[in-house]
């Protein structure tokens, strides 16, 4: 295959779809990004430098020059940087520098899976696949209680369900690509579906396109 296949992949918080994209790029053998850790990377490279959160300019200066290929999920997953990065990603011009930087990624051949928030609206808007991939909040807070407890953390499900409403309505609320399906997304509700489930159901929409 001469030309990239792109997957792309969309949803709110926990609704299961990192799991997901995994999954499809390691059967498929694409390349995949995980774009919400683009966002933590510059919040790490800001934090460690000292600098502000809050200077759009030094922002996207840092943005410009982050290396997609050394993400390390473990270590961008902590909870201080999530938040660093939740103030610096409503910045448009860190959104249009790192929407650059996700759609070279996306050109690798000979296919890519990208999981965000605007991948299928905004990133890559004409992959020939988009999922949505959503859960009911209570359930998606469920899931990230679960993970916080089995990985030996604390937690109080009321807060983590408060912050999963509160994500929702800053992701789906934010003037600059705002979280929602594209019109032609294929959605998968994960709240009562296993990840294999979800995973053959993406599978059927992926093998017709890559038919066609």
């Known amino acids: ?6 997957v792309a992949i969309d949803g709110p918080a926990a609704a299961g779809k990192g799991t997901l994209s995994r999954q499809i790029a390691s059967h498929y ?4 990004l995980d774009t919400g850790l683009t966002y933590r990377a510059v919040a790490k490279a800001l934090l460690d430098a000292g600098q502000p959160l809050d ?5 996207e200066a840092t943005a410009l020059a982050i290396d997609l290929a050394g993400l390390d999920r473990s270590v961008l997953s902590q909870h201080q940087i999530g938040e660093a990065a ?3 990603a409503v910045m448009p011009k860190v959104r249009r520098a790192l929407v650059e930087a996700q759609r070279k990624f996306a050109a690798k051949t000979p296919g890519t899976v990208l999981d965000g928030r605007d991948i299928g609206t905004v990133v890559c808007p004409e992959a020939p696949v988009k999922l949505y991939v959503t859960a009911s909040p209570e359930v998606r807070a469920r899931r990230r209680y679960d993970e916080i407890i089995s990985g030996g953390g604390s937690a109080d499900f009321n807060d983590v369900f408060a912050d999963v409403k509160r ?3 800053r992701d789906m609320g934010r003037a600059d690509s705002p979280l929602k399906p594209a019109d032609d ?3 998968l509700d994960t709240s009562e579906m296993s990840i294999e489930a979800a995973f053959q159901a993406a599978r059927a929409f992926i093998d017709a396109a890559l038919k066609k």
């Open 29 to 32: 053998g694409f390349h995949h």
């Open 185 to 187: 997304a294929h959605l």
């Open 86 to 88: 939740s103030k610096i």
């Open 55 to 59: 200077n759009e300019a030094i922002a």
């Open 1 to 6: 295959m001469s030309t990239s296949f792109t």
């Open 167 to 169: 994500r929702d309505e």
